[in-house]
């Protein structure tokens, strides 16, 4: 029991310091795009390779499982700019489309597809992405914090 627990923090910690600095890394000195200090990106989360300089990621954001964030739109032939602000979470299999701005401190959930900007403090769910919840304060990696109710 004690040797699982410290492989457990042995491997969070190697995930944590070279893994998603490695994949940063690789984002934005091999393919050019724009991505925030502390950014948190899935091996598995799929960013557009055709229009890499048109990517803008923020600071702490995290981008799960599966996500496709894309910055072209092959069948109108154009090249669009998509950005996504600070301290978001995109869930997984979430897609963002061509062209988007996803403002800080957003929540995008899982599988949602977002085909329109998204103002700062709100949550997008479904397919179409719908804005749920506006005015939400979140964290890094987008945890949401829950204000305290006064009694």
Partial sequence: MIRSKSLAKVRT?????????AVRWYYTKIWGMTIGEGTR????????MTNPRGLTIGDYTAVAFGSSI????????VHLDTKIGSCCFIGGRAIIMPGVVVGDHCIIGAGAVVMRNVPPGSVVVGNPGRITETDIETGQFGARIRKKESS
Wanted: net charge neutral; glycine share 0%; charged share 25%.
């Fill in 13 to 21: 910690f190697v995930v944590r310091e070279f893994v998603y600095r």
């Fill in 41 to 48: 990106i899935s091996l598995t989360a799929k960013l557009d």
């Fill in 70 to 77: 894309l910055s072209h739109d092959f069948v109108n032939s």
